[in-house]
């Protein structure tokens, strides 16, 4: 009796493991897109905004991972994205994963819903490339082809307020197209310039806009964003371009701009899309293949803000503007999400840019005098600067030497700003620059203010009130 009541207690502990077993397996599998699988890129897609994802999971038959692999590939396009791989381009992500952190029984339900989710899973077939694999008695390994349209998927999710779309930033942000750097040096748009002794690479943009090759691509490429960003016009500005730039051929060397300030001022558009193409024959020349990459520029500070992923397409046939069209759709489809996520942040970070204040030779004073701010109270000029920077930006700080004639700050300013009759408008770096002139007035100083480029405007305290 003793032996039997001590071999049914030690089944009840065998029980118990095996249910906490199950349990813990349970939470870790209750969603498919949770266990342990593969994603890669299949092969290009021919019809814009449609990606095709090859999934290799495990499961109890063909079946079943044919039904794990939907919701895993849409878990894929959503959060996680792939690299390029030898059989296809690459594609970002749609979302962060803190938005399915945050969204947790929305994404529980949407992606295993035939209504939701799923019904932009176009089809999902086994890869008969990849043969699949007998893990054990119930467990058989496959790798599946899921088609998804993506380009559907984001503003299903756009619409419903899960991931941000254009509309939550309550404006329309104007993005120029130009060619990229080397397609530039390919098209001969490049020089070499002396600048003040050191040599430097001038980008002929005012030519490149107007090559007709490029045209068609900016076509296709504004048919794929006008619906959410106002597109630039260039060509408009070439007039006003170049009315300053003879202006600037006047001005001392010192205070000239530089010609790519020069077509950001006038252009203003908020964001540069640079476009790079490669074209070659492949298989024996049987074959025309086209490699685009987008990239983009940050006008206010002539830096790339984000890096494109190449997507390649090739073809048999001989219609080169149908393919270059096909080309460009996968890369936008791509590329917008990353565009609308940069300006997303921007709105919170705000925008970089630089702001100098200078004391022209005329004045006896500079930023080291004290001055009078009120209440008999006297502090040196350059604190009443760095204060009024400071409460007018979402950050800022000193930028190299400071000296008692030249202050110069890094600075990100909001996006948007009250104007003089309380309305509010799209802020900019004259603006601010304006508003912080006109703010230290009150202490008896007189200033103008100088744009160059987008990025960066100077102060220039030239008399006492």
Known sequence: ??????????????????????????????????????????????????????????????????????????????FKGYAKSAAGPASAPLAEKQVYNQNLDFFNK??????????????????????????????????????????????????????????????KPEVLVVPGN?????????????????????????????????????????????DAFYMADFQSKLDAINAENQKNNMRQDGLKESEFDILARVVSAELWIKLDIKEEMVSG????????????????????????????????GDNKMQLLENTINAVADEFRPRV???????????????????????????????????????????RVISSFVGKNSISSKAAGAQTSTRLVFDVWIPTRTIDWDDSEISNSFDVFGADVKGKVKKFGYKATTDAEGLGKVIVTFTEEL
């Open 1 to 78: 009796m003793k032996l039997k009541g001590i071999l049914t207690a030690f089944s009840l502990i065998l029980c118990v493991l095996a249910f906490g077993q199950r349990g813990k397996k349970g939470e870790e599998g209750a969603n498919v897109w949770e266990e342990n699988f593969s994603a890669e890129s299949h092969g290009q897609h021919p019809d814009a905004g449609t990606v095709s994802i090859d999934i290799t999971n495990q499961g109890a038959d063909l079946n079943d991972c044919i039904s794990k692999a939907k919701q895993q590939a849409l878990y894929v396009a959503i």
């Open 110 to 171: 949407y992606l295993s819903s035939n209504m939701e989710g799923l019904s932009f899973v176009n089809s999902a077939t086994t890869n008969t490339r990849k043969p699949g694999a007998k893990i054990s008695k119930k467990v058989i390994q496959m790798t599946i082809t899921v088609e998804i349209t993506k380009a559907a998927l984001q503003k299903d999710l756009e619409s419903q307020g899960i991931i941000k779309g254009v509309a939550d930033l309550g404006f």
């Open 182 to 226: 080397v397609y530039m040096k390919k098209l001969g748009f490049v020089k070499k310039i002396d600048n003040q002794g050191m040599p430097q690479t001038v980008y002929n943009y005012t030519d490149a806009v107007n090559d007709e090759f490029f045209n068609s691509l900016n076509g296709f490429v504004s048919a794929k964003f006008d």
């Open 340 to 382: 609308l996520k940069y300006f997303t942040e921007r709105e919170t970070t705000g925008m970089k840019g630089k702001i100098v204040f200078q004391i022209s030779e005329e004045l006896e004073v500079n930023f080291d005098t004290e001055i009078e701010v009120g209440g008999g109270k006297e502090v040196a000029f350059k």
């Open 285 to 316: 020349g049987q074959e025309m293949q086209f490699t685009i990459t987008m990239n983009a520029l940050d006008p206010l500070t002539n830096t790339k803000v984000i890096n494109g992923l190449p997507q390649t397409i090739k073809t048999a």
